[in-house]
Structure formats: structure tokens, C-alpha cells
């Protein structure tokens, strides 16, 4: 098994352990994203030819398009992801009987902060398949904005799902949040559309793990 996030920078005990097992696995190309400094690109390209992927600059369909030309699998991407598509209409249809209309927003409660997400990532699924509106603006937040506890209040929604790391601290900090006033006269919490939940289910961006994040997300939702 390769650990991917805690190493993205392409340094340290992880990434080197990953690039054992690359050599070993022998592959023929490498996908990797842009982000990857050129000290760690190189250390690829022994391994294989490298193709970069952008990352901020294209969403996961992007993503998955440039992959598939490199490999020649255009055709096999189109028709994944208008299936894709319908899927998503379908679970969006159902989720939206349930609570369609609704603003929702995500949090995130770590060990020494919080934060709060945008249109990519986390966000994918509600805002662009489900088309959720939040009650900040998207586009102001690519990817997240770490925020402090009194600041919350303003990220209130009708719903809140509300990502807990999993670690002591995280839930502590999750603990003593609750035990607030502002959290008690949150509109969220009032109405009992309060949604917690890992750090798992949403934080891979990839076809793969979006396709799982509908099935999820149409669960926990509908």
C-alpha cells in the first residue's frame, strides 16, 4: 500500500518508502501532479516516464481526461464519465426530495483549527452534482479557508456536514464545540440537519473516489 498525502511534497521516510515500491511494481508510465517539486519528478523519471497532471487548475474530469489521452483511453473516459453523469442526476433527484432547497456547508474540525469548503474537493459532489448552494461564496475559496470557532456562526447553513479528524484533540475541540451557545443556536443544529462524518469519504479527488462520494453522500443525505 502507498500513503499518498502525507508525503505530496515528494520528500521524507513516506515518499521514499513509495519509491521502493514503485521501482518494484516496474511500472511503464507515471502519473504525477504538477505540484511535485523537480528533485522528486526526476527521481520518477528513473522509475518510468512521467506525465505531470495539473492539479489546482483542472477539476477531477480534467484530470481523468488527461490521463486517458496519454493512455489512449479517450474513448473508454467519455463513456465513464456520461455514466457518471446520469448517476449523478439520479442520486440527485433523490436527495433533493429530501432536502432540495436547502443550503449546505462544510466544516472541517481539526486538532488546532477549523475550516471551511469551497466548490473543489470536499465540496465537489454537493455543489457541482447535487447543486447545493452554500451561504459563502464559492468561488472565494478554491479550496478551503481555515477560520477560528467564534468565526463559525457565519458559515451557518440549513445543513451542515461536518468533517472530525480523526485524532484525540480533533474530537475534544468537536466536544467542546458542542457544549456551546453559538453552536446551539446554529440553524443547522435546530433543525437536526447536522451530518458528521469522517475525513475518509471526501477528501480523494479522483473519478474513482468521486463515483464513491455519490453513493455516500446520496445515503447520508436522502
Request: charged residues 25%.
Amino acid at each position: 500500500m502507498t500513503r499518498l498525502h502525507s508525503c505530496e511534497e515528494g520528500r521524507g521516510e513516506i515518499w521514499e518508502h513509495n519509491l521502493s515500491m514503485l521501482k518494484k511494481a516496474g511500472p511503464e508510465l507515471i502519473f504525477c501532479t504538477d505540484l511535485l517539486n523537480e528533485q522528486a519528478k526526476s527521481q520518477l523519471q528513473e522509475i518510468a516516464p512521467i506525465i505531470s497532471i495539473s492539479w489546482l487548475d483542472a477539476d477531477w474530469r480534467q484530470q481523468l481526461v488527461q490521463m486517458a489521452e496519454a493512455a489512449g483511453q479517450l474513448g473508454d473516459a467519455a463513456a465513464w464519465l456520461s455514466q457518471y453523469s446520469k448517476r449523478a442526476e439520479d442520486i440527485c433527484r433523490k436527495v433533493n426530495y429530501r432536502i432540495g432547497g436547502a443550503t449546505v456547508n462544510i466544516w472541517r474540525v481539526m486538532d488546532a483549527e477549523y475550516r471551511i469548503y469551497g466548490a473543489r474537493n470536499a465540496g465537489a459532489v454537493l455543489y457541482r452534482d447535487f447543486h447545493f448552494a452554500a451561504t459563502h461564496q464559492l468561488e472565494d475559496h478554491k479550496v478551503f479557508e481555515t477560520v477560528t470557532r467564534d468565526e463559525l456562526p457565519q458559515f451557518d447553513a440549513d445543513a451542515l456536514i461536518i468533517m472530525v479528524d480523526a485524532s484525540f484533540h480533533a474530537e475534544q475541540e468537536w466536544q467542546v464545540l458542542q457544549a456551546t451557545r453559538e453552536w446551539r443556536e446554529l440553524s443547522a443544529v435546530k433543525a437536526g440537519r447536522v451530518y458528521k462524518i469522517g475525513t475518509d469519504k471526501l477528501f480523494e479527488y479522483s473519478a474513482w473516489s468521486h463515483n464513491r462520494a455519490l453513493t455516500y453522500l446520496g445515503q447520508l443525505l436522502s
